[in-house]
């Protein structure tokens, strides 16, 4: 056996053993993160069961959510557990195959917008100078344009746009509130010891920015991220139920058109529109309680049984003075 062969060998189980350690700090950090942590677990819990359902839709239905499968309008039953639409397809199979259109539009939006955020935050709060300058302005302009106005504006102009490019849009218009926040919790750490002990031991700019500050920005960037996504969704319906989508592709906002579009709260079809608002509804809460679950992980003080104490210590207070008052 060669040298060569011997060293691969050898090196496939420290592989092994670092993956195995990755899992494993993954999981003891996910741990710590929900422990004691009830809005977290809550709302991890009813986005990743959307999310799961979405994905196995082929196991969960076998029903094509383009093709009429029954008489339209067609109430919950043990055949069509959602009912149909006006043009009898079913509820069911669109809001799992649907789910996963909206789920990606907001994801990706979401995932555009952080990146931007974090690479002109980051890079004019570090940079400094004429760099600081010329960001900052660009970031400013696009800042006081009226989001939801523009948004319209860009979709109605563009015509019928499809998935892609609503996130695309979406993620485009939406970073700089979020470059804004990078930028200052940027120019707060480049003041630390350890920005200054790595910018006299000569790292490159890169590599601090990399290596030493974005790393501490991570419960910043994931309530960006999440913060992100829930206001992506609520966007892409909001454009899609309006008539600014592609309406043949199947999305939950495309859904709450085509049933608003045929009347279905005026023939008593609920199904038709309750179904995807009630999904909507839980990604939207469930992502605002991983949202607020992380503001109270990265500062204490918000937790709800901080609130509970200081309430208490308040009130105590406020008894001591009336009991001095009274003698």
């Known amino acids: ?5 011997q060293t691969e060998i050898e090196s496939k189980p420290n592989r ?6 990755a899992v494993k700090k993954f999981i003891a950090t996910a741990g710590r993160f929900f422990r004691g942590n009830p809005a977290g677990i809550i709302g991890a819990t009813l986005v990743s069961t959307v999310i799961i359902a979405c994905l196995a839709a082929p196991l969960l239905t076998d029903k094509d959510p383009n093709r009429r499968v029954a008489r339209g309008h067609q109430p919950p039953s043990a055949e069509l557990w959602f009912g149909s639409t006006r043009a ?23 995932l555009t917008t952080t990146i931007l955020a974090l690479l002109v935050g980051v890079t004019s709060g570090y940079m400094g100078g004429k760099v600081d300058e010329v960001m900052m302005a660009v970031t400013n302009i696009f800042l006081v344009l009226p989001q939801l ?3 319209i504006i860009l979709a109605a102009f563009l ?18 509130w979020g470059a804004r926040v990078m930028r200052s919790q940027t120019l707060v750490l480049r003041r630390k010891e350890f920005i200054t002990s790595a910018e006299v031991m000569g790292e490159s700019k890169w590599r601090i920015i990399v290596i030493e500050i974005i790393p501490n ?11 992100t996504a829930l206001y992506a969704i609520g966007m892409q319906v909001t454009l899609e139920f309006l008539g600014l989508g592609d309406a043949s ?13 045929t009347a279905a709260l005026y023939v008593g079809a609920w199904w038709d529109f309750i179904i995807p608002g009630l999904f909507v509804a839980t990604v939207g809460g469930g992502l605002a309680l991983l949202n607020m679950s992380i503001d109270q992980v990265s ?3 918000l937790r709800t049984g901080s609130y509970i104490k200081i309430w208490k210590r308040m009130k105590a207070e406020v008894d001591a003075k009336r009991k001095v008052a009274k003698s």
Do not use: C
Request: net charge negative; no cysteine.
């Open 299 to 301: 500062n204490p003080k």
């Open 159 to 176: 015509g019928e746009v499809g998935p892609l490019i609503i996130a695309l849009i979406i993620g485009f218009t939406s970073w700089p």
């Open 1 to 5: 056996m060669s040298h060569l062969d």
């Open 16 to 21: 092994e053993n670092d993956a195995m350690s």
């Open 88 to 110: 009898g397809k079913d509820v069911f199979s669109q809001v799992l195959y649907g789910g996963r259109v909206s789920l990606v539009v907001a994801f990706s939006a979401a």
């Open 217 to 227: 920005l991570i419960s910043l960037v994931a309530g960006m991220f999440i913060g």
């Open 149 to 151: 106005p523009l948004l």
């Open 249 to 261: 592709v199947v999305s939950w906002g495309t859904m709450l058109y085509w049933a608003q579009a």
